[in-house]
């Protein structure tokens, strides 16, 4: 590593390291979600960041960014990826790529349009989604599909489906349930509702650390730029698409405020982790558990916002002597 390199890495160090710091003061953490008990069990004090920047390839991790936690909707960047590779682009014709303005686990949009989902990032469209990958397996091999995609992308095969919050999802899963319900009502699902939802639950229950998760956002971070760190597999255009439903799409009906605030990519899950992109400069994940009234992060958003001001990120301008 050349003398600036170096210099850049502790630079960005110090920052995280002192975003961390602040936020781990704050006494309004959001609450954490419940309505998964196990999920309620997490210790809302944890606070993890970590960022990958393309150019070194040398993750920053600071606070709880080792420690795993329920990656939750946060697959479902990853399972849509999964199902573009399996089906390409015949997948749109069973859920569409608008925002949905509704609450993630909403059903009503799904009767006026006829089962098919507003977006794959939606509770409705990854159960469609989990339909797609699971066409021709057992839900135990579609989720070990998911798992190798999670444990490639992160580069460590130590990421893992943490059973017991996908046993607890199952005890309580009725809402997702009536959404698959309806659309095999609608003719928009293939499988058995109990084996679609078990691959579902099953991908939201994936357990990784912000180290894990920040490096497999690499992808999206690397997209076009042909270097080590990118997975060949996924194509530039496809990444890309990716990163346009993650910013229209990504934070449920909170995703316009998102974009207004932080203006990156990103996906948030109901554990309490988001994982954000820079494209071409690097990828990030942050975790807090606790939640804000539409089931994102509270601290996280926060020290995504603080980490783009103080950097200059943006999709809409950089501000290049920032970072
Ligand atoms: N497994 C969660 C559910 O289906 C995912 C929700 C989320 O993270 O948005 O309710």
Redesign the pocket.
């Known amino acids: 590593m050349s003398e600036a390199s170096d210099a850049k890495h502790r630079r960005l160090q110090e920052l995280v390291d002192d975003i961390v710091a602040r936020l781990a003061k704050e006494t309004e953490r959001g609450e954490v979600?419940d309505?998964?008990p196990e999920l309620a069990k997490v210790d809302p004090n944890r606070f993890g960041m970590a960022i990958v920047p393309v150019d070194t390839g040398r993750a920053v991790v600071a606070g709880d960014g080792d420690v795993p936690f329920s990656i939750?909707?946060?697959s479902?960047v990853f399972s849509l990826t999964l199902a573009l590779e399996k089906v390409g682009e015949a997948l749109w014709k069973r859920v569409n790529r608008e925002p949905s303005g509704d609450p993630?686990?909403s059903i009503v949009q799904l009767e006026y349009e006829k089962g098919v989902p507003r977006n794959p990032f939606?509770?409705a469209g990854?159960i469609v989604v989990a339909d797609v990958i699971m066409e021709g397996l057992s839900p135990k091999d579609a989720t070990n599909d998911m798992l190798g995609l999670c444990r490639r992308l992160a580069h460590d095969g130590s990421v893992y489906v943490d059973r017991n919050v996908a046993r607890s999802?199952r005890l309580t899963?009725a809402?997702?349930r009536a959404l698959a319900q309806f659309m095999a009502a609608e003719g928009n699902l293939r499988g058995s509702v109990e084996d679609v939802v078990t691959t579902?639950?099953n991908h939201?229950?994936i357990a990784m650390t912000c180290r894990q998760l920040a490096t497999a956002g690499m992808y999206l971070a690397c997209a076009g730029i042909p270097i080590g760190a990118t997975d060949a597999s996924i194509n530039a255009d496809r990444a890309r698409r990716l990163m346009a439903l993650m910013m229209t799409c990504g934070q449920?009906d909170a995703s316009g405020e998102f974009a207004f605030r932080i203006g990156i990519p990103s996906k948030?899950?109901?554990?309490g982790g988001i994982l954000a992109v820079m494209p071409g400069v690097a990828s990030i994940a942050v975790w807090s558990p606790g939640l804000d009234a539409k089931?994102n992060s509270l601290l996280g958003t926060r020290a995504l916002e603080e980490l783009v001001r103080a950097t200059g990120w943006s999709v809409f301008g950089r501000i290049p002597d920032r970072d």
């Open positions: 979600a309505y998964i939750q909707s946060i479902k993630f686990n939606i509770n990854a999802e899963g809402r997702n579902y639950f939201c229950s449920y948030s899950g109901v554990g089931g």
